[in-house]
């Protein structure tokens, strides 16, 4: 998971190009391997979209939530549909 990346931190946070370069790799790698991506917004209308470098990644937004947490109710049903294959609550069959 990663925090929001808004235009309006752009100026707050040390080295946000090379933050925001690096989630867009992410997001990229994660399309490749056609791993799950899961994306939440932080109260876009208030705070502004995520920032364009990271375009490739809003079609995955969930919710624009109001909550402080990422783990919105529409990201819990996302990861439960997922069925992992490693569930630290299950005991091992080792």
Same mark, same amino acid.
């Given at each position: 998971?990663e925090? /929001?990346k808004?235009?309006?931190f752009?100026g707050?946070?040390?080295?946000?190009?090379?933050?925001?370069?690096?989630?867009a790799n992410?997001?990229?790698?994660a399309?490749?391997m056609?791993?799950?991506?899961a994306v939440?917004?932080q109260y876009?209308?208030?705070?502004?979209?995520?920032? =364009?470098e990271?375009?490739a990644?809003?079609?995955?937004?969930l919710?624009d939530k109001t909550?402080?947490s990422m783990?919105t109710?529409?990201?819990n049903?996302f990861?439960?549909?997922?069925q =992992?294959r490693? /569930?630290?609550?299950?005991?091992s069959? /080792?």
């Open positions: 998971m925090f /929001d808004k235009e309006s752009r707050s946070i040390r080295y946000f190009p090379e933050i925001a370069n690096s989630t992410m997001v990229e790698f399309k490749v056609e791993y799950p991506i939440t917004e876009s209308r208030g705070l502004g979209k995520t920032i =364009p990271l375009e990644a809003h079609e995955f937004v919710s909550q402080f783990f109710p529409e990201v049903e990861m439960e549909k997922l =992992p490693f /569930d630290p609550r299950r005991p069959l /080792d």
